[in-house]
């Protein structure tokens, strides 16, 4: 069975990591790449209306447990229907995060839930990328430039500065403990630069 490639772009919010999880698919479909473009929370029927309970509303609505739950449910419905899928199609497989998002986010809402997200990924996801571009940004400006889009999908960004330093600080954390996957990628730079240095990993480790 052929077997894909699972690439993940991980950052806080506004870091230009979707910007740069499109760049990299339009560069590697332009070299005749087979390529599915994803997101998360999201990425298949079930999961984008889970990410509507999730994205809005009150930054209380759901206790952190509860979030760990319905990230992990749309994960679910999102690798089964189309990561997997796509993978065993020999596909290139690009998500705008991942299960590395609730590692960081619902780990730093509360540190001791890290141990409860790492048992649930084993026993419902139990798939890690095979790269993960870090878009690693200063909090205050990835902030400024979040809430400026002004999505109406800001729930997140609405738990304030002190939430995304502690994001920021938890995905560097992630990073430097899983080496072998993780590219950091530094997210103050033009977006043409950003964009050039993601697709040289890429290409490097796809040959
Ligand atoms: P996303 O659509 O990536 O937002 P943005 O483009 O603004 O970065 O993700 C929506 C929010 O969901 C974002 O604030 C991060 C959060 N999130 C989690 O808290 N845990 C998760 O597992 C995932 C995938 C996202």
New binding site residues.
């Given amino acids: 069975m052929p077997t894909g490639l699972f690439l993940t772009f991980e ?5 230009g ?2 910007t740069q999880a499109r760049r990299l698919a339009e560069g590697l479909r332009a070299l005749g790449h087979d390529v599915v473009l994803t ?4 990425g298949s029927d079930g999961a984008e209306e889970i ?1 509507t309970l ?2 809005s509303g009150d930054p209380s609505r759901w206790s952190p447990e509860t ?1 760990i739950l319905l ?1 992990t449910a ?2 679910r419905d999102h690798l089964e229907k189309v990561i997997e899928p796509a993978l065993n199609d020999g596909k290139i497989v690009i998500s ?11 780990g730093a809402a509360r540190g001791d839930l890290v141990t409860k997200v790492d048992a649930l990924h084993d026993l419902m996801i139990g798939r890690e990328p095979d790269m993960t571009f870090l878009i690693d940004m200063d909090p205050s400006a990835a902030l400024a430039r ?1 809430l400026a ?1 002004n ?1 109406g ?5 609405d738990f304030g500065l002190d939430f995304q330093e502690r994001l920021h600080a938890g995905f560097l954390m992630l990073a430097e403990a899983h080496p072998d996957r993780f590219h950091v990628i530094d997210g103050d730079q033009d977006e043409t630069t950003i964009a050039d240095q993601v697709a040289a990993l890429a290409a490097a480790r796809i040959g």
């Fill in positions: 950052g806080i919010d506004g870091s990591k979707s997101r998360e929370p999201g990410r999730l994205v979030e990230f749309a994960r705008d995060r991942f299960a590395d998002s609730t590692r960081v986010y619902q979040g889009r999505s999908e800001d729930r997140f960004e």
